[in-house]
């Protein structure tokens, strides 16, 4: 069965520090790897996505993933936090975008001056 | 364009209650999905549609739970006699779907909804 850790529940950063949150998943087979970020009271927002090919993919807002098959892992990173980073974040597994998606608990990132 | 949207976005239901929560996804997307989040979670899978077929529904938490989406559009989520238990966020999202070379679900605002 599909799973997601991420391990971190909670992370505080300052302004203009760099970030990355970690994601570790539990699939068989090449795995299709989300990251989502949900403001309070919002939907989720996909930030970026990793099917195949090179393993380092850019999203929105500056941020960027690695895919690492031998650690199973594809951390979320940001090289400067902005206040408005302030959210929730979600990996996500699937055998594709159109399955049902298996979430991480999320971590929560807060932003201080 | 129009994203997936969600209503109500807020229910109080008292225990016992029935409830439907629906949701309007992006216009043309073939697949529907339906998530409970629960508070200080992360989504976890309830069911879901490709056009009006309801291809996997295993993660309905019990028959109280039943979801249809008849004409391939709107899809429903109905919740009979509501128990506590069922408070939480349902979000919902639909995608392109299989034939399409994109492969992302877009999520709507979800429906919180409390139970007392």
């Known amino acids: 069965a599909q799973s997601v850790t991420q391990p971190d529940i909670h992370i505080t950063v300052s302004e203009g520090a760099s970030l990355e949150l970690r994601c570790n998943y539990s699939y068989g087979a090449t795995p299709y790897l989300f990251w989502y970020v949900q403001s309070p009271g919002q939907g989720l927002q996909l930030l970026l996505k990793y099917f195949s090919g090179d393993t380092l993919v850019q999203g929105i807002k500056g941020f960027e993933a690695e895919f690492k098959r031998s650690q199973s892992s594809f951390n979320l990173r940001k090289p400067s936090v902005h206040w408005s980073d302030a959210a929730e974040y979600f990996c996500?597994?699937?055998?594709?975008?159109?399955?049902?998606?298996?979430f991480g608990k999320g971590t929560r990132l807060s932003v201080i001056a | 364009g129009a994203g997936v949207s969600q209503s109500p976005r807020y229910k109080v239901a008292k225990r016992g209650q029935d409830v439907a929560l629906r949701c309007d996804p992006i216009s043309g997307h073939v697949s529907l999905f339906w998530y409970q989040q629960a508070l200080g979670q992360g989504p976890e899978f309830l069911t879901y549609f490709q056009n009006e077929a309801q291809l996997d529904k295993s993660g309905l938490p019990s028959d109280r739970f039943f979801a249809e989406r008849p004409e391939g559009s709107v899809s429903t989520l109905k919740i009979q006699r509501t128990q506590q238990e069922d408070s939480a966020v349902y979000l919902c999202?639909?995608?392109?779907?299989?034939?399409?070379?994109?492969?992302?679900?877009?999520f709507g605002p979800g429906t919180r909804l409390t139970v007392t």
């Open positions: 999202a639909s995608s392109h779907g299989p034939k399409i070379g994109t492969y992302e679900q877009y």
């Open positions: 996500a597994v699937g055998e594709s975008g159109n399955t049902p998606l298996v």
